[in-house]
């Protein structure tokens, strides 16, 4: 049957769509943090944030069927539903963000933060980390570094690498001086753009680099990019799509673990639980600005059904306790993986923050060489073993663990005696 599918998505669909795994996984269905395939074998889900609060929740179901059977219509008529959700989003963030623009995509919050800092700022310029991906349209595909594009970088976007305090170069290094290094080449993009005559429009930030492999970054060195950038006249957006909504565990938002406020913060994926939602957050005067020179309408974004969906969304993770889970589980993961990495010298320290982390692997004890084959093979064995995760970075040697928030203490040992195994199983005895 799974074969079968196999050739009927690429008859339809082609063969260029990616899927996970050598050999893809057909799901059937889902329940909290746990999915079931075509055979009826069960996978903890150890990878997707898109189903926050746990794939199918029961109050989500109940919240879109109960709105979609009442009402479902754009945006261009009143709603209380639309409105309770937007007022109940914008509590979320601090007083200067009060205005919230709703989308079907990350893709489409990302483009139209865009547009508001291309129109504010009369700039063209855009600066992006060199190892990143923010959506798919024609424009973010021009910024697209992360991925491969046919598009390329567009002539007006410069990138700059993120420092990383764990990497081999700037072990035991002074991070104030990996700091300044790691900003001297965002001065340069920022020359380059000012010198070619397109100005400085905008910088795009993921809170917690997760395309990057998720790394460690001196403190100062998102303050000193959104510092500079501003200076230069642009704005800071702030790409929340896979850090908010609590993911991260010690902030609700990724970027409020910097000393810092987005002129401009795109959510996506988990903010509908699986239901398609986004939204671009910012400022009155940005989006009054931008409103008065533009009639701006999105036919599905914010539409009862979807804002019913979101506002239960919040409202679960309030009411489960989901924040406060993040943060004390990855705690405790983070400890139980430190471990598991201590006995081996092929594996680096543990990254990343609240249930949002990984851990990189490598060819040498003096991790020199990174080692994507072996990060491969370990995803490949996890797998095997019921638990489903991937891998990210440059080199793709970092282990990509990122669990819905309905993870439960008893779901923890599964997670971490996988990994464990498998790192036996591909690494050999430490």
Request: proline share 5%; net charge negative.
């Amino acid at each position: 049957m799974t074969e079968d599918l196999l050739e009927r998505r690429f008859a339809t669909i082609g063969r260029h769509s990616p899927l996970f795994y050598d050999q893809p996984v057909h799901l059937v269905s889902g329940s909290g943090v746990w999915l079931t395939d075509a055979d009826g074998r069960r996978y903890l889900d150890a990878y997707n944030n898109v189903p926050h609060v746990g794939h199918a929740h029961p109050r989500v179901v109940e919240a879109l069927c109960r709105q979609a059977a009442t009402l479902n219509i754009h945006t261009r008529y009143l709603d209380e539903r639309v409105v309770e959700y937007a007022e109940e989003l914008l509590g979320r963030f601090e007083p200067e963000l009060d205005r919230v623009v709703f989308a079907n995509s990350g893709s489409e919050a990302n483009e139209l933060a865009f547009r508001v800092a291309l129109q504010h700022t009369g700039a063209r310029g855009i600066l992006v980390t060199d190892y990143s991906y923010h959506g798919n349209t024609s424009l973010l595909a021009g910024l697209t570094t992360g991925l491969k594009t046919h598009e390329g970088l567009a002539p007006h976007v410069r990138s700059f690498p993120v420092p990383d305090m764990d990497a081999a170069a700037n072990d035991g290094r002074d991070p104030a001086v990996v700091r300044d290094e790691a900003l001297r080449h965002v001065d340069e993009a920022i020359d380059q753009l000012l010198g070619s005559g397109f100005g400085v429009a905008a910088v795009i930030v993921e809170s917690i680099f997760s395309t990057e492999g998720l790394p460690r970054v001196p403190a100062g060195f998102v303050e000193g990019v959104a510092a500079r950038v501003r200076a230069a006249g642009g704005l800071v957006i702030g790409d929340e799509v896979q850090a908010g909504l609590g993911r991260t565990g010690s902030t609700f938002w990724g970027y409020q673990r910097y000393d810092l406020v987005p002129d401009l913060v795109t959510l996506g994926k988990p903010l509908g639980n699986g239901h398609p939602l986004a939204a671009t957050v910012t400022t009155a005067a940005l989006w009054e600005e931008f409103g008065a020179r533009n009639e701006f309408f999105n036919t599905f974004a914010g539409n009862p059904v979807s804002s019913a969906v979101g506002l239960e969304v919040l409202r679960i993770i309030d009411d489960e306790g989901l924040f406060a889970r993040s943060a004390r589980l990855g705690s405790v993961i983070r400890s139980d993986l430190t471990q598991l990495t201590a006995q081996h010298d092929r594996l680096g320290p543990v990254k990343g923050d609240g249930l949002f982390f990984g851990f990189s692997v490598f060819e040498d004890a003096g991790h020199a060489r990174p080692d994507g084959p072996a990060t491969r093979r370990l995803v490949e064995e996890v797998k095997r073993r019921g638990v489903l995760l991937s891998r990210i970075g440059p080199t793709g040697s970092v282990l990509k663990i990122r669990p819905p928030l309905a993870l439960q203490d008893e779901d923890v040992p599964t997670l971490t005696g996988a990994l464990r195994e498998s790192v036996l199983t591909v690494l050999g005895q430490p």
